[in-house]
């Protein structure tokens, strides 16, 4: 579904992905741990394509498709998903609004009929419920004095709405605590399927005890340094990140 | 060169003023044109235009009047709003039409006619407001409007009465042989405790390369009540030059709704007197130019008396090689303990060819007021347009989410939602892509 072969990129011309490979099957939950300053957020916006990140080697294919070719919303349309690490407030947009904007333009993109307000507001009841979000959130503007946990919650059930094939999770548990962290892991969890894959984001291993990877890499320096299964994220938390320096070596390795 | 060589002047000055054969009015237009005649138009000197420059429009000249304009052709649609039924006077060019307004069963309490005919009847209650002198230094347009108007809008609501349909002004400019300018003095007063809602419409047909004034005083008796909601979408020649004075009695409260869409050159002169203990005075406005357009908005808000209350919130969107001016001006004069002034105009550029203006200022000479205003002027937010796309929405349109989303403030509470309706459309129609 995504492979990323030796992935350089750079911010403000500094490089910050020094031949990041990784490869991710569908239905699949990696996640992606790494110390601050590793390159963690930049995957994410690299894969969703925002503005000032230069990619000066490597390649990024979804689905078969050079995915760093495509605009962001065309990614979109595509089945990639960005949950932000911080979401955006739009005053003035209506959350439910803006939503439906979203859907009906993937659905326009990938030559799917789009819905009236009613059949979409009907589909937005089915989401909240899963998600366990208050209808009230859906009547006020895009993330507008939401809090750190409605924010979050937000973008999880936006993904419930969209319905993407690749989600991307970037550090969606920070600023969140132990009961917004259970709420939006279960969220996740219930979106999980044998279709759809996850890049899980996080500096701490303690979202992975409610989201369960099925992959963990370490990510250090701009490359995936090691690789293993959930195991690997308790040995992080036990030993910290300088334990990997003395422990082996970094490998581009591939899940 | 002498004011009167500059052809703007010299064919303002080429023919007599109107005679109504009332000698006191006869004598006010002489007196404005006079005044005119000697000052000619403001340069950008004159505080006031500083932001607007008339050399364009001084080099032009003008036939006031328009000879034909009872007959020409006018598509009603043009102006309608579906759903909103009442009263409705309607010029074409600055002439009444009758054969296109709806003065049948006006309900109690409401007195409404063209000036024309007020003054043919009893000019005498018009005497106050029509025999003004106009002596400032940017008056030039009030001046030219003074000694050249003979027609426009004379509304009275008796004390107390609720009237509860819209009442709707509708000017029309339409392509006319020559370069037309045409003139339109509306006088307005709610009684004490009278209620209205007014809705002033100006549209455009075809590409009227034409001059308009409008110059309209609002009397607010104590406890009176106005909703007034101009929109203005002129054509994209129009130049339009319109000015509304309000006067707020005690307890008296007007809610204002602005949209300035159209025109080339339009400059807006909105000042208001809180005269009353109480009074109460809210703008929203937004100013659109797109393409060429230059729209001048100047907002004078005196507060002169105990616990008076003022609250605008202007947005401006320019795109393309657009120019938008917006002044707020608040005074709180000695005496006018207690006031609270807020003002808050932000402006968005859309290109790096666009510009806006805006000048906050703020006069406080009375005791214990509450006073805020801030103005700011910025580009759409880039984080905020990065979201949109990520959730699928094609860049234009998140631009045009953004930008409508930026001006929503202005309508958000306009209590009659038909009307709310109106103008969100207008507005959609009319924002830049």
């Given amino acids: 579904m995504l492979k990323i072969e030796n992935l350089h990129a750079r911010v403000e011309g500094k490089e910050i992905l020094k031949g990041l490979s990784l490869t991710v099957n569908p239905g699949e939950v990696h996640a992606i741990m790494g110390p601050n300053g590793a390159g963690k957020s930049t995957l994410g916006n690299v894969l969703s394509g925002r503005d000032g990140y230069e990619v000066t080697a490597g390649s990024v294919t979804y689905n078969g498709v050079d995915l760093l070719a495509l605009e962001p919303e065309a990614r979109a349309a595509a089945g990639v998903f960005l949950a932000f690490q911080y979401p955006v407030e739009i005053p003035g947009v209506n959350n439910t609004y803006f939503l439906r904007t979203a859907f009906n333009a993937q659905r326009k993109a990938r030559g799917e009929t789009e819905l009236d307000s009613m059949q979409f507001l009907k589909l937005v009841r089915e989401k909240l419920k899963v998600m366990q979000i208050s209808d009230e959130l859906m009547h006020r503007a895009v993330n507008e004095g939401f809090s750190g946990g409605e924010k979050k919650r937000n973008e999880i059930f936006q993904m419930a709405v969209l319905e993407p094939k690749l989600a991307i999770l970037d550090e969606t548990d920070s600023g969140l605590d132990i009961d917004a962290l259970k709420q939006v892991s279960e969220g996740v969890n219930a979106l999980r399927s044998p279709e759809r894959s996850f890049l899980v984001v996080t500096h701490y291993q303690r979202l992975l005890d409610y989201i369960v990877p099925d992959f963990v890499h370490v990510l250090a320096d701009g490359r995936i340094v090691e690789s293993g299964d959930k195991t690997l994220a308790h040995k992080l938390e036990e030993h910290g990140y300088a334990w990997l320096a003395q422990h082996g070596e970094p490998a581009g390795a591939q899940a | 060169m002498s004011e009167s060589a500059v052809p703007f002047v010299a064919s303002t000055l080429a023919v007599p003023p109107p005679s109504s054969g009332i000698g006191w009015l006869d004598e006010a237009r002489r007196e404005n044109l006079a005044a005119f005649g000697e000052a000619g138009l403001p340069d950008t000197r004159v505080e006031a235009w500083k932001y607007t420059a008339l050399r364009a429009l001084s080099q032009r000249s003008f036939i006031h009047g328009d000879a034909q304009a009872a007959t020409r052709d006018i598509d009603p649609e043009a102006f309608a709003l579906p759903g909103l039924d009442g009263p409705r006077l309607v010029f074409v060019n600055g002439v ?15 007195a409404l006619r063209p000036l024309s005919q007020a003054l043919a009847q009893d000019a005498e209650p018009l005497r106050f407001a029509l025999a003004r002198r106009y002596k400032e230094r940017g008056d030039a347009f009030a001046q030219l409007n003074a000694a050249q108007a003979v027609d426009g809008v004379v509304l009275r609501v008796a004390a107390d009465a609720k009237i509860d349909v819209p009442v709707r002004l509708v000017f029309v400019g339409v392509a006319a042989d020559a370069e037309l300018a045409w003139h339109l003095r509306n006088v307005i007063e709610l009684g004490e405790g009278a209620e209205l809602t007014l809705v002033e419409q100006h549209v455009g047909s075809g590409n009227a390369r034409q001059l308009g004034t409008l110059v309209a005083d609002v009397v607010l008796r104590d406890g009176a009540r ?22 707020l009695g005690a307890r008296a409260q007007a809610l204002l709704h602005v949209l300035e869409l159209g025109g080339a050159l339009v400059r807006h002169d909105l000042q208001a007197d809180l005269v009353g203990n109480g009074a109460r005075l809210d703008t929203r406005g937004v100013f659109v130019p797109r393409g060429r357009q230059h729209i001048d908005t100047q907002l004078a808000i005196r507060h002169q008396a105990l616990n008076t209350t003022s609250d605008s919130t202007w947005r401006g969107v320019a795109d393309g090689r657009a120019r938008g001016v917006f002044r707020g001006a608040i005074l709180v004069a000695p005496g006018a303990d207690g006031s609270d002034a807020r003002l808050n105009n932000k402006n968005l550029l859309l290109s790096g060819s666009a510009e806006i203006d805006t000048k906050p200022e703020l006069e406080i ?3 214990e007021v509450q006073a805020a205003h801030g103005a700011t002027v910025g580009q759409l937010d880039e984080r905020a347009l990065f979201y949109l796309r990520s959730r699928g929405i094609p860049l234009a349109e998140a631009r045009t989410l953004l930008t409508a989303a930026f001006c929503r403030a202005v309508l958000d509470d306009l209590p009659n939602a038909t009307l709310r309706e109106h103008l969100a459309s207008l507005l959609a129609i009319r924002l830049p892509v």
Avoid at chain 2, 97 to 102: A, E, H, I, M, V
């Fill in chain 2, 96 to 110: 009444f039409r009758g054969d296109l307004s709806d003065l049948s069963a006006l309900p109690a309490g409401l």
């Fill in chain 2, 226 to 247: 106005l909703q007034h909601i101009v929109a203005q979408d002129a054509s994209a020649d129009a130049t339009l030059v319109h000015r509304h004075a309000l006067q």
């Fill in chain 2, 365 to 367: 000479y009375a005791d």
